[in-house]
Structure formats: structure tokens, C-alpha cells
């Protein structure tokens, strides 16, 4: 496998495209320059340091080096998840769900792909585990937070109904069931959409990348529907498992709807 | 016979029997505490205390079965389906219920959002009563009814209460406690209680 490779000088004429960006801000007063000059920056922070930081790991292959690279991946993504609530759970639940989720079913479904299809050796090489987790986490991370944040919010509009069936001797599972079915179907549906999507609207991101690096693009395809397979089951996994543990931490034993364990809306 | 032994949510803290056969009017100013008290009696909310039905202690029967017998109703119902048919076990049952409380027979099909305030209150109440429930906490049961239906309602009701069914009924209007009533609570702010006879 052959590719073109780049140097750092080779980037500069395409970031003036960003540079144009700012000026069009700029002519035409969006007030975007300053938001665009920081997300560039960032940009190009984060990935050169990922960059250095993968060589290091890939140098390494270290199971412990590997585990922990993974482990920050699924804190920053539970913050994500926490950051994106308009209700949170209170207390540990706060982060404590949306980790505990995303660790159960990123790292299952990568742990599968990875014992499974891949047979990489050893089987924790950072070159495969970790790209893989990325990809699986960052769509797992967007089920569990919109099927949280519709199950919140849900519970919230629909207290009545909820209370109502409770009240006439309903379990907390048959009266939080309609609520349930929404938060689910809204975590599931960009998975869906990006799975129908996928192709005719545009080439994903890793099968592109590996065209460029030299991969033929039915290697390309096979690679990219592994992946999307192992996506969809990560986030039905996660989704799953944080709509229903979000269902039961909002009751309790005695079949009450106990929405005094959701904080306060957060503004914005 | 239902007991409550210092019953206590938030403020309120109380201890009364409520015999088979009886109804309690309960009366007090909005936001004293009425609701909060028929819902801990039905274990809607936290709330602590010794409630037994019966001899029998709350916590003993499992909550979805507890409220299947001591059934609160709203004062405004809340409804999880599209339909008024979809709420109901058996909606063929139920059928002369709802047609005593001056609504037609091919109501079952009708789409709960047209429903009217009045239509929304009879039905929840239908519904409620379809459960033969042994208590009913009915909160503001008529608060959106003309004099016709209220007067039903009573009759409704008076009828469950012959037959051994324990009411407390809250209630805003002090000739309808006197109808309904053999015994009135009157609330005060702080959740407490003075009771009188009727």
C-alpha cells in the first residue's frame, strides 16, 4: 500500500480556505471570526498531540498505555454526554450513567471486533483497539445522550400521564413504557439515518482515509461496513442500557415516578 | 378500614381511621397540602409513616396493587394513549359507567386531545372507578362539572359508598362536603388537621 504522504508546509494553502472563511465572517458581520479562529486552533492542537500520542502508544503497544488512552476517550465522552443534557440525573448518576453505558457498550463491541474479525496481534494493539473504540464511542456517546435527553425531558412533560397510570396501579415499567419507546427510537435514529445515508450522500471518513492511504476500495467498503455494524451495536447496546437504567434511577421500589432526582434545567 | 399513623410528607404529619362504608370530606385553602396528602396515602410520593388497609401494611403489598385498592384519582387525569379506549382494561365494561356520566356510547373511539376539561374529569373518574377499588381519594372530582353532572357524580359515588367503599373526597365547595361528607377535615397551612362532624 502506497500513499501521498504531507508535509506540515503542505497544509498552509488549504487552511487559507479557513483564513477565507474568517474574512467572509468578517464582510459580512457574522461575529464568527473569533468562534472560527478558536475551533481552528483547537483543531490543529488536538490532532497534532493525538498524532504524537498515538506514535507513542502504536511504539509502546502497552496494555496499559492502550487501557489508559481508552479510559480518558470514555471520560471525555461521558462529559460530553453530561454537557448535552438539558435535565441531568443528580449526583454520581450525573456522569455515573452516561460512563457506565458508554464503557458497557463501546467496550464490548470493541472488545468483540477486535477477538473476533480483526485477530490483531497482540490482540490490544493500540493501532486497532483504539481507532476502533473512538469511532464506536463517539456514535455511542450521541445515542446515549439523545435517548437520556428525550427520556428526561419526556418524564417531565408526560407526569401526568405517567402518575396516572401509576396511580391506577400500573408497574413504573408499563407507565414509563411510551416515554421508553421515544428515547430509544430518538437514540437509535442518526444511526439509522447515517447507515441509509451512508454512500449515496457521502463517503465516510474512515473508508476515504483509507483510500487515500492506498487501500482498495472494496478493502475500503468491507472495513467500513465492519465498522458501521459494530456502531449500530454499540449504540443500541448503549442507548438501551441508558434509557432503561435512566427509567428505573427516575422510580423507585415502590413504583413512584421520582423526578426529584433530575437537577434543574440548565439554561441555553 | 384504612388507617393512617402519623402519616408524614414535607409538612403535613396525620393519624386517622377511615372506615369501610364512610366518606371524609377534606377541605382547605389551594396549596395547603390536600394533594399531597391523598397522594402519600397512596404512595404516589416518599413519605413515611404506618398505613395499613385492613390491618394490613402498606409496605407489605406490592405498590402496584396497593393503588389498584387505594386508588387516587386527579383533579385534572393524565392520559398515555390517543385514545379514551385505550385507558380502560375493558372498555366494553365500562361502557354503562360512561354512559350514566352523560357521555355516548362510541366515546371510546374519540381522540383524548379533543376531549373538554368536563369530558377529561368524568372519564378519569370512570376510569378510576372501573378498579372497585376498596378506597378512593378523589381530588376535586367536580371541579370541572355543571350542576348536572356533578349532581351524578354524587349519585356515582354515594352509591360506592353504600356498598363499602371508603372516600375522601376534596373538596373546595362547602355545601358539597356537607352532602357527601359524614366527616369533615378542614386543613390549615402547616398540614394540620381539625376534624368536625357533619
Redesign the interface.
Known amino acids: 500500500m502506497t500513499y501521498i504522504q504531507l508535509s506540515y508546509g503542505d497544509l498552509i494553502l488549504p487552511a487559507l480556505l479557513v483564513v477565507m472563511d474568517g474574512a467572509l465572517s468578517l464582510v459580512l458581520h457574522l461575529k464568527l471570526e473569533r468562534q472560527l479562529a478558536i475551533a481552528t486552533v483547537r483543531m490543529v492542537v488536538q490532532l497534532v498531540l493525538v498524532g504524537y500520542v498515538l506514535t507513542f502508544l502504536f511504539a509502546v503497544v502497552s496494555p496499559i498505555w492502550t487501557a489508559l488512552a481508552a479510559f480518558i476517550m470514555v471520560i471525555f465522552a461521558s462529559r460530553e454526554i453530561m454537557v448535552r443534557q438539558k435535565r441531568r440525573l443528580l449526583g454520581f448518576w450525573t456522569y455515573g450513567l452516561g460512563a457506565g453505558c458508554t464503557l458497557l457498550a463501546a467496550g464490548t463491541v470493541t472488545m468483540f471486533s477486535l477477538l473476533t474479525q480483526l485477530h490483531p496481534e497482540p490482540w490490544y494493539h493500540p493501532r486497532y483497539a483504539l481507532p476502533l473504540l473512538g469511532m464506536i464511542l463517539g456514535n455511542t456517546m450521541t445515542g446515549i445522550s439523545l435517548g437520556l435527553d428525550v427520556l428526561t425531558n419526556g418524564l417531565v412533560r ?14 413504573r415499567y408499563q ?1 414509563l413504557l ?1 416515554v421508553l419507546r421515544d428515547a430509544l427510537r430518538s437514540g437509535f435514529m442518526p444511526t439509522i439515518n447515517g447507515m441509509a445515508a451512508i454512500g449515496l450522500v457521502s463517503l465516510p471518513g474512515m473508508m476515504t482515509g483509507q483510500i487515500l492511504a492506498g487501500a482498495e476500495p472494496i478493502d475500503a467498503v468491507k472495513y467500513q461496513l465492519l465498522i458501521m455494524f459494530l456502531i449500530a451495536g454499540g449504540t443500541g447496546l448503549g442507548t438501551l442500557a441508558a434509557v432503561m437504567g435512566g427509567g428505573r434511577l427516575l422510580t ?7 423526578l426529584d432526582r433530575i437537577a434543574a434545567e440548565t439554561p441555553g | 378500614m384504612l388507617t393512617v399513623s402519623a402519616l408524614t410528607r414535607l409538612y403535613i404529619s396525620v393519624s386517622f381511621e377511615l372506615n369501610d362504608g364512610e366518606c371524609i370530606a377534606l377541605q382547605g385553602p389551594s396549596g395547603v397540602g390536600k394533594t399531597l396528602l391523598l397522594r402519600a396515602i397512596a404512595d404516589l410520593d416518599p413519605n413515611a409513616g404506618a398505613i395499613k388497609l385492613d390491618g394490613a401494611l402498606r409496605e407489605a403489598v406490592p405498590a402496584p396493587l396497593w393503588r389498584k385498592q387505594v386508588t387516587y384519582v386527579a383533579a385534572e387525569p393524565g392520559w398515555w394513549a390517543d385514545t379514551v379506549q385505550e385507558h380502560f382494561t375493558d372498555w366494553n365494561d365500562a361502557i354503562p359507567l360512561v354512559a350514566r356520566l352523560g357521555l355516548p356510547h362510541n366515546c371510546g373511539t374519540w381522540q383524548i386531545q379533543r376531549l373538554s376539561t368536563g369530558e377529561k374529569q368524568r372519564l378519569g373518574l370512570a376510569r378510576a372507578l372501573m378498579l372497585q377499588s376498596r378506597v378512593l381519594l378523589l381530588d376535586e372530582p367536580t371541579s370541572a362539572l355543571d350542576a348536572t353532572s356533578t349532581t351524578i357524580v354524587e349519585s356515582i359515588i354515594a352509591e360506592r359508598i353504600s356498598s363499602g367503599t371508603g372516600v375522601i373526597w376534596s373538596t373546595h365547595d362547602s355545601s358539597q362536603a356537607q352532602r357527601v361528607g359524614s366527616r369533615l377535615f378542614v386543613m390549615s397551612s402547616g398540614g394540620h388537621i381539625e376534624e368536625h362532624q357533619l
Not at chain 1, 408526560?158 to 408497574?171: F, I, N, Q, S
Not at chain 1, 423507585?252 to 421520582?258: A, F, G, K, P, V
Request: net charge positive; hydrophobic share 40%.
Open positions: 408526560e407526569r401526568a400521564a405517567v402518575e396516572a397510570c401509576l396511580a391506577l396501579g400500573g408497574t407507565a411510551p423507585d421500589h415502590r413504583h413512584r415516578l421520582r
